[in-house]
């Protein structure tokens, strides 16, 4: 294992780490880029001044978010699968930034955070709309689950492989 994670108080973390020469290289020009405003040079600080920079690029990338976001000019096409950005702001912040899947037999609602995806409520490919109250965020395992209940395991499964297949 090369990192270890150990709680050594209620909000503070020991994080040891194996890193390579790249890695550490970067690390250390951060650490100089940030003297001006990180003049101890203390690699909490960097490191997350460089998470919060990474985050920021993920969720623009991935959902639409900005400090600024645009207002849209023109409603979304009705035939359109394309969820606008802002639809996909409003949902993930609803939805928690996880997965919204709740068990029927349990009552709890997962709790991933990673692999999430945008769902139609009510399937694209069933007439289901692209605006924030027909969509919602799941983990793909939940997604997966909810397309293979409307359409069958074994059309999901051959999309998937149809996919790794580079066959879109």
Not at 35 to 61: M, S
Not at 84 to 112: I, K, N, W, Y
Request: with cysteine; charged share 25%.
């Amino acid at each position: 294992m090369d990192c270890l994670w150990q709680g050594v108080a209620q909000d503070r973390y020991f994080v040891k780490l194996t890193v390579s020469q790249a890695v550490h290289d970067k690390l250390r020009q951060a650490q100089a880029l940030l003297r001006h405003r990180v003049p101890g040079g203390e690699l909490e600080v960097v490191l997350e001044h460089a998470l919060d920079a990474l985050l920021a690029d993920l969720r623009r990338g991935k959902f639409g978010q900005t400090s600024a976001p645009r207002t849209p000019t023109q409603a979304p096409d009705p035939g359109s699968r394309h969820i606008p950005h802002q639809t996909r702001r409003e949902v993930l912040a609803r939805d928690g930034e996880q997965c919204s899947f709740v068990d029927p037999a349990s009552g709890r609602r997962c709790q991933e955070k990673g692999f999430l995806e945008f769902d139609h409520l009510v399937p694209y490919g069933k007439g289901g709309g692209s605006d924030t109250a027909g969509i919602r965020v799941l983990c793909a395992g939940h997604n997966r689950h909810a397309a293979a209940r409307e359409y069958g395991e074994l059309l999901v499964q051959a999309r998937i492989e149809q996919a790794r297949a580079g066959g879109g």
